[in-house]
């Protein structure tokens, strides 16, 4: 039996709902399956300390409990694969494409945004994990950013 686990932001909610409404998807007979969410910014509370994922944020302790149905915290060696389902895609070119709203970018506003993409927590996370745990193969699911002008205020400060 394979363990995989996701952990994510409210993108998990769609991951969830897939799995309990489908219950007989083929592929997943021989899976036993984790999900553990919390709302986009609180993710980023979430620390690994000794090869345990947590938060010292009650709220994300309360969320990962009601979404795993089991679990405060998430020890990655229990699991074969991890999928983090957060942070900015790098297949997303959303952040480059100028709109009619938006300027076409510089050379500095793509540093920036590169930068916020490959030094990002949920990258950064994955990471980690890889590092404490080579034998767990983990990947990082990254979704699109919403709202252009929200990530351009946010670059410029």
Excluded at 62 to 91: C, H, K, P, R
Excluded at 94 to 107: E, L, M, N, S, Y
Excluded at 132 to 153: A, D, I, M, Q
Aim: contains cysteine; aromatic residues 10%; proline residues 3%.
């Amino acid at each position: 039996m394979r363990r995989v686990c996701f952990i994510g932001n409210s993108h998990i909610g769609a991951i969830k709902r897939a799995v309990t409404t489908y219950d007989d998807i083929e592929c997943l007979s021989n899976v036993e399956l984790s999900l553990f969410g919390t709302p986009g910014g609180t993710l980023q509370s979430v620390r690994l300390r000794d090869g345990v994922l947590r938060s010292d944020n009650p709220k994300v302790q309360q969320n990962f409990l009601w979404t795993s149905g089991v679990a405060l915290e998430i020890d990655v060696s229990g699991f074969d694969e991890i999928f983090m389902v957060a942070g900015q895609s790098y297949l997303s070119i959303f952040p480059f494409i100028a709109g009619k709203d938006v300027p076409h970018i510089t050379r500095g506003m793509f540093e920036e945004i590169w930068d916020l993409m490959v030094n990002g927590w949920a990258i950064n996370t994955c990471r980690k994990i890889a590092e404490s745990n080579p034998e767990v193969f983990n990947y990082l699911l990254g979704h699109r950013r919403r709202g252009r002008k929200k990530w351009l205020t946010n670059m410029r400060h």
